[in-house]
């Protein structure tokens, strides 16, 4: 088993930055790839970024040039820098980790953190 826990969430004004972190513990061998997804009230959760324990990444259009994801691969955690910080950012942030080779030598698929809140409201 893997627990995903994300902390970072808070509210903020238009233009801020804040930092999000997902901690991953359990049976964890490596990960191959983590992201970050967000589900705003009434819409559906999408993908916001992604990255691969090689360091490849991709991201959603709209946060392109102002979010950056980061891990760090020794200590099974995904950070996302999110700079000028848009109302339209404000969503519930959700750590998920993919194709997780465990302890035992079995890969298991698709965890997730119970989620953040970031607010950006002024």
């Known amino acids: 088993q893997v627990q995903l826990v994300e902390s970072g969430g808070d509210l903020v004004q238009p233009g801020e930055s804040l930092r999000l972190s997902c901690a991953a513990s359990g049976s964890i061998f490596s990960i191959y790839t983590m992201a970050w997804y967000r589900q705003a009230p009434g819409k559906q959760r999408e993908l916001v970024a992604a990255?691969?324990?090689?360091?490849?990444?991709n991201y959603a259009d709209s946060v392109k040039g102002r979010f950056t994801i980061s891990r760090d691969n020794a200590k099974n955690t995904v950070y996302l820098q999110m700079n000028s910080l848009k109302p339209e950012d404000t969503a519930v942030y959700y750590c998920n980790a993919d194709k997780v080779l465990t302890t035992s030598r079995r890969f298991e698929y698709d965890y997730w953190g119970q989620g953040t809140q970031v607010t950006v409201s002024s």
């Open positions: 990255i691969t324990n090689g360091g490849s990444t």
